[in-house]
Every structure is written in C-alpha cells, then in structure tokens.
C-alpha cells in the first residue's frame, strides 16, 4: 500500500494511493494490478470519521 497524497481542508482530510496486487491465480487478469483509492475523512469530536472509500482497478500486468 503506499499513500500517494494528503490534502487537509480544516477538518477534512482526503488520502489518495495505491494498492499493488500479485497473486497466484489461474486467471491471468488476477495475477498483477494496482487499485488506487481515496478516501475522506472529516474530525468530529476530536475524533477522525470515515467518510467515504473508493477503490478502482487502474492497471492490468499479465507478466508474472
């Protein structure tokens, strides 16, 4: 997982990254790939809240 960037907006905070998947599966298109995220968060009572989370698969490597 790596964490591409932070932006903070006063109580707001959005994350964008990455997650590089590889496996063992016979299914080709599964073996190699990144999903990229963000996700909000927003400070309520001095406590950081989940907004919102959303996942893309963004590429496809069929080399092993």
């Excluded at 073996?31 to 400070?43: G, K, L, P």
């Excluded at 950081?48 to 092993?64: C, D, G, K, Y």
């Amino acid at each position: 997982i790596s964490v591409d960037r932070v932006e903070l907006h006063d109580d707001v905070a959005l994350i964008n990254g990455a997650i590089r998947v590889r496996s063992e599966s016979q299914d080709v298109s599964f073996r190699n790939y990144t999903i990229s995220f963000v996700r909000v968060f927003a400070q309520r009572g001095g406590k950081w809240q989940l907004l919102s989370h959303r996942t893309v698969r963004t590429s496809r490597t069929n080399a092993p």
